[in-house]
């Protein structure tokens, strides 16, 4: 046959053809398979999706070991919305005993996309939290019948007292806020986080750490089993238990006798700073903080005009009152003003240059023990007079600074730390504050007097009133009062074990205890006589705007060897002696003497008998105007002092309440009304 | 002859198995293989206990497709090649038919009319009506004195071609229909002016880049249509110099040329900038005209070709705009935009070739390991069994593996085409090509689809994609051409 050699050439075009194409295409495959690296990751990303496991978090004790805080299982109803299928509403609806509409909405919610965020057709999706658990019953026996619905199970808290919320805290949702200011990078939306109390505090310990599981997911996001058979997963690592310093009977008992009262009870062991009870009232059920009814509870809270969130054992800032006569006792001894047999003249009161603070009837002139047990007003207006017009210093500035100096090595002025969130730094005053308030040179001694005997512009929170204490039973030195006592396998921070010593010698601290002793002996605190507990004590009466005065207690037993030191502090409630002291003294017995059926129904008849005789209840709106709209530097002058049977009954300037700002340099803030001129 | 097939049909057969082209056999067996084992690597996750041969999974049914193969293959070589030849015709005619009456009563799969149901099985029978179209075009160019020559000559093996293309485009199987297109290249071989598979060439490349290139700006006009005039300038010359071997002619073109972009270049250095359609349509007119009057004076007809080709050109690329966007589907212009790389659409249209890009990229070198791919086994790769199944392999098997299956239907191609030309007689000859334009076209589109250079058009890579009818398809293709190979011998004797 013919053969084309001319035309048999083209088969080198044809093949060449060819050859060329499979060149280009092995560049090509070169080029994606070899040279480019990213189509390895993002085939990695792909197929991998990483499944946070989260840690069980850390249980609650208290110092005897009795279980507080535990986890348990919570279940929420979920549904794979790809797999639902049409399903009996009506049913749904009668076993969650929620109305179609409800149901309408909460299905809204759960598939739109905005609302919320990690929704997927074929991932499971939340839509009725916290089932309780006969719903979870009923749901269970039924859940055959609706396809594409399920049951997950996460932790949640549980209590196993009805006490100590203002310590605790609780647990919730993690905000975008958390998400963006936490810089460890935890979170991720819908982890839960403390709130208040030491689940704030201690939340990197109690949260544990989160471990990862790597799971094979398929282009329709469904699960397909475990990436390399689970050997790249991590294990998570549960939190940390926590043991608290807290005795949690007798932080229930503090509670129980405070009931029905505002104020609150601090009770440390002074030689470790422990503190065994921090009690507030009024106060809150820590389980209403939980579960599906969180949101709810939490705003009636926050609106409650009692303010039961509020911790005023540490947040709110009181004038201490006479409670604070010891401190000043202290700095004029260490200061050489007075000596053992210094005495200053009371005759009714504190009487100079036309100034008049009034005093009770007791025995004149009066030395420091005799003052300390009988609440002289006169001794220690006097001391501070002598002490800030005293020449060695050279000048008011240097005097006062000194003094205000005493006053921070005892832990006021400033936060003490303790190792809960919110605490208020309470207000020691300094030389140029009064400058800004009154003016350069245009104040003196007598213009600011009333600080001596704890009123003024003094404010102190209970807990620094109980470190006070707790100070002088420990003759001179504190350690900074803290509520967990150990986190488990790491123990305690080395703040919390630091003896902080104060700027005066510790035998001016034994002639302030034997003050103290004297008070409760023959003085203002009788009432805490407690035989064979050596109590030493000393009470406050605070006079403010808003009803009867505030009831303080600070004291100690037993007088060596201190097992507790405490304050109470009742708003409104009369004088020291009436309410503060006795019971404090309750609680110092419960504590020193155990539990018994007697002080039980001691406490329970307190409890009860102050109910019935419940005070007017101060209202909200008149507690915000005390803070917000005060009239500045108002010289009024205050009503006469009415003399009171055993404590200063001393005319006192508007208060400001728990929910005061601390005054800081801004001196219009506070009012003068509290300097009696006569 | 028929009677020494009658008195020795066992010695005939011995012969005849001795004369079988064993190399093609061999790349066929070990391309088949590796398919089906691609296809259960791609349907069977490695934590699976199912077995490779389990009839229940896709490679297990492919094996049987393959065994299957064999018989039809070791048939169709005990089947007297005369007979091809005979019925060539009457098999192209019962085809055609076959695929007009499918569809017709084809149910709607994916949108295409191309299965026939008999119960549980179903064909499709375009998958094998290329090879009586190749039987059909072999028989026609070896029929006595036919030639390529003159138009006229074109009609019938055009025809030929043609026929089955509008009745898969009825059946809306728009990738198989293409596939008729490679036949040019076996016009080319039996005679066809080279010229018109350089202006095919030249069309697909331009039409490419007009529209790659269509969102930048160079000159005040489109980038892709600077690259083309740009190309019709460069053709203009290497015709002048190769096509009309006119040294004069091309030579002043070119300094003609030259001269004019220097001084466009000078003048947009010294702040005067000509807008890119007035240079092109000076430039080019000017040599035009040159060339028009230049003829005179040489080849007359190649120059004229010369002129009419850069002006169908032009026009030509004027016209890829509007026939783009005024006579394509969206869903055509979409694939076309995705695989020219102008649209990123990771989501939707561009997710396939997106995800097996992945695929085949996070194989790297050497591949995850047999059963060890995940965009695969994880449905990330859609169609991971038929047509994408390179993705398996490049992502299991990396580029050796990816390497390695190109090389060999590479070979597989250039010994089809070594076949060919060893043929005696034209319908062995045109057939052989048939077979290789075949393999030619499913090679370059199927895997230049699935690495991302190639539109995405629905066909299957031969041999390795999960399918009865494809298969059995391409084995009686490849077979009916070893069984006319194998007699080659015969003739030369003749």
Redesign the interface.
């Known amino acids: ?1 013919r053969k ?1 050699y001319n ?2 050439k ?2 080198f ?3 060449g ?3 060329v ?2 060149a ?3 560049w ?3 080029d ?3 040279a ?1 690296d ?3 990751e ?3 990303s ?2 991998r999706s990483t499944k946070i496991t989260h840690p069980s978090r850390g249980q609650i004790y208290d110092r005897n070991g009795k279980l507080v805080v535990y986890n348990e299982p919570a279940y929420d109803l979920v549904l794979v919305p790809k797999d639902v299928q049409e399903f009996d509403t009506t049913t749904m609806c009668k076993i969650l005993q929620l109305k179609r509409e409800d149901f309408d909405l909460l299905w809204k919610n759960m598939s739109d996309p905005k609302k919320n965020k990690n929704y997927s057709a074929t991932t499971p999706q939340p839509l009725v939290q916290n089932l309780d658990s006969t719903t979870y019953g009923r749901l269970q026996e039924i859940l055959y019948r609706f396809p594409g619905f399920d049951i997950s199970q996460r932790i949640i808290r549980r209590y196993n007292y009805v006490a100590a919320a203002n310590i605790l805290g609780n647990i919730r949702e993690v905000n975008a806020e958390d998400i963006e200011r936490d810089s460890d990078n935890y979170y991720i939306p819908g982890d839960y986080t403390g709130d208040l109390g030491i689940e704030k505090s201690y939340e990197k310990y109690l949260r544990g750490v989160k471990g990862k599981e790597i799971l ?5 996001g469904k699960i ?2 475990r990436y390399n058979d689970g050997k790249d997963d991590v294990a998570p690592i549960a939190g940390k238990d926590l043991q608290m310093s807290i005795d949690i009977d007798l932080q229930r008992f503090g509670e129980k006798i405070m009931r029905g009262k505002r104020g609150a009870i601090v009770a440390i062991e002074p030689s470790t700073g422990e503190v065994l009870a921090l009690v507030t009232s009024p106060t809150y059920d820590p389980s209403l903080l939980v579960g599906k009814d969180r949101g709810k509870n939490y705003s009636k809270l926050v609106s409650d005009p009692s303010k039961p969130l509020f911790d005023r054992a540490i947040m709110a800032a009181y004038p201490p009152g006479s409670t604070f006569k010891p401190t000043q006792g202290l700095i004029f001894k260490q200061e050489g003003i007075i000596d053992n047999n210094t005495s200053y003249p009371c005759y009714g009161g504190y009487v100079n240059k036309g100034l008049k603070i009034g005093c009770h009837g007791h025995g004149s002139p009066i030395a420091l023990q005799p003052a300390i047990a009988t609440s002289c007003n006169g001794y220690f207006c006097w001391g501070l007079y002598y002490m800030l017009n005293n020449k060695k210093y050279g000048g008011l500035e240097k005097s006062f600074t000194v003094w205000k100096d005493y006053m921070v090595s005892m832990g006021y002025g400033y936060k003490l730390n303790i190792d809960l969130p919110g605490e208020s730094r309470g207000f020691i005053p300094n030389y140029q504050f009064y400058n800004k308030m009154i003016g350069e040179d245009k104040w003196g001694a007598n213009s600011i007097i009333s600080i001596a005997i704890g009123q003024g512009e003094i404010m102190s929170t209970p807990l620094q009133i109980a470190n006070l204490s707790a100070t002088i039973a420990n003759r001179g030195y504190y350690i900074t009062p803290h509520v967990v006592k150990q986190i488990r396998d790491l123990g305690i921070s080395k703040e919390y074990t630091e003896h902080h010593r104060t700027k005066i010698n510790t035998e001016y601290y034994n002639d302030i205890a034997g003050g103290m002793r004297m008070a409760v002996i023959g003085g203002t605190c009788k009432g805490a006589n407690l035989p064979g507990l050596d109590v030493c004590g000393k009470t406050g009466t605070v006079q403010n705007p808003h009803g009867r005065d505030h009831s303080v207690f600070m004291g100690f037993a037993p007088k060596d060897n201190p097992k507790i030191a405490i304050c109470v502090y009742v708003e409104n409630a009369g004088f020291g002696a009436q309410v503060a002291v006795p019971l404090g003294a309750m609680v110092l017995e419960r504590y020193l003497r155990g539990a018994s059926d007697e002080i039980e129904n001691r406490a329970t008849k307190w409890s009860d008998s102050w109910l019935e005789d419940a005070p007017p209840v101060v209202e909200q709106d008149q507690m915000q105007e005390d803070t917000t709209t005060r009239p500045s530097n108002t010289k009024t002058t205050a009503s006469a002092s009415v003399p009171g049977n055993d404590d200063n009954s001393f005319p006192v300037r508007n208060l400001p309440h728990e929910n005061a700002v601390i005054p800081n340099k801004s001196s219009s803030f506070i009012s003068r009304n509290g300097i009696y001129k006569g | 002859m028929a009677y020494t097939k009658d008195n020795n049909n066992n010695n005939e057969s011995n012969r005849l198995l001795a004369a079988v082209d064993w190399f093609t056999v061999f790349i066929y067996i070990l391309l088949v293989v590796a398919g089906a084992v691609s296809i259960y690597a791609a349907t069977t996750s490695s934590t699976s206990e199912v077995s490779m041969f389990d009839l229940d999974t896709f490679a297990g049914k492919q094996f049987m497709w393959i065994g299957l193969s064999f018989v039809i293959g070791f048939s169709l070589l005990l089947i007297d090649r005369r007979l091809y030849e005979a019925y060539a015709y009457p098999i192209y005619a019962i085809m055609i038919i076959l695929l007009i009456v499918t569809a017709f009563v084809s149910p709607n799969i994916k949108g295409s009319h191309s299965w026939l149901k008999f119960g549980s099985f179903s064909i499709q029978p375009a998958e094998f009506t290329k090879t009586a179209t190749a039987l059909a075009l072999a028989k026609l160019f070896s029929t006595y004195g036919f030639q390529l020559k003159g138009w006229r000559t074109y009609i019938v093996p055009v025809g030929i071609i043609l026929l089955p293309v509008l009745c898969i485009l009825l059946e809306r199987e728009t990738g198989s229909a293409l596939v008729y297109f490679s036949l040019i290249f076996v016009l080319y071989r039996e005679g066809m002016n080279g010229f018109v598979l350089f202006a095919t060439l030249c069309a697909v490349t331009y039409f490419v880049v007009v529209l790659k290139f269509a969102g930048t700006l160079i000159m005040g006009i489109p980038l892709g249509n600077f690259i083309v005039l740009t190309c019709i300038m460069v053709v203009i010359v290497l015709m002048l110099l190769i096509y009309c071997r006119s040294l004069i002619l091309g030579r002043n073109v070119t300094i003609g040329y030259i001269v004019c972009a220097l001084l466009a270049w000078g003048l947009s250095a010294i702040g005067v900038h000509i807008n890119g359609y007035v240079f092109f349509f000076t430039v080019i007119p000017l040599s035009i005209i040159y060339l028009l009057i230049g003829m005179f004076r040489d080849d007359l007809n190649k120059v004229l070709t010369t002129v009419i080709f850069a002006v169908i050109s032009i026009i030509f690329m004027f016209s890829v705009n509007i026939v783009f966007h005024h006579v394509l589907a969206p869903h055509q212009q979409n694939r076309i935009n995705i695989a020219l790389g102008i649209e990123e659409d990771l989501k939707d249209k561009g997710y396939n070739v997106n995800q097996s890009k992945i695929a085949i990229g996070s194989g790297g070198f050497t591949g995850k390991g047999f059963l060890q791919g995940t965009q695969t086994k994880l449905n990330y790769v859609p169609e991971q069994h038929t047509d994408f199944i390179f993705c398996t392999i490049g992502e299991e098997q990396g580029f050796i593996g990816t390497s390695a299956v190109l090389i060999l239907f590479l070979i597989l191609i250039l010994r089809v085409i070594a076949i060919a030309e060893r043929q005696h007689t034209t319908f062995g000859r045109v057939y052989a090509y048939c077979v290789a334009s075949i393999l030619i076209f499913h090679l370059t589109i199927n895997i230049g689809m699935v690495i991302g250079l190639v539109p995405v058009i629905g066909i299957p890579l031969p041999f390795f994609s999960y399918g009865g009818s494809s298969l059995w398809g391409f084995t009686i293709l490849l077979f009916i051409l070893l069984r006319i190979d194998a007699v080659r011998t015969e003739y030369g004797t003749w």
């Open positions: 046959m084309d035309l048999e083209r088969k075009i044809i093949g053809f060819i050859v194409v499979v280009i295409y092995l090509k495959l070169f994606l398979q070899i480019d990213k189509y390895r993002i085939a990695v792909n197929a094979i997911r398929d282009a329709t397909k089993g």
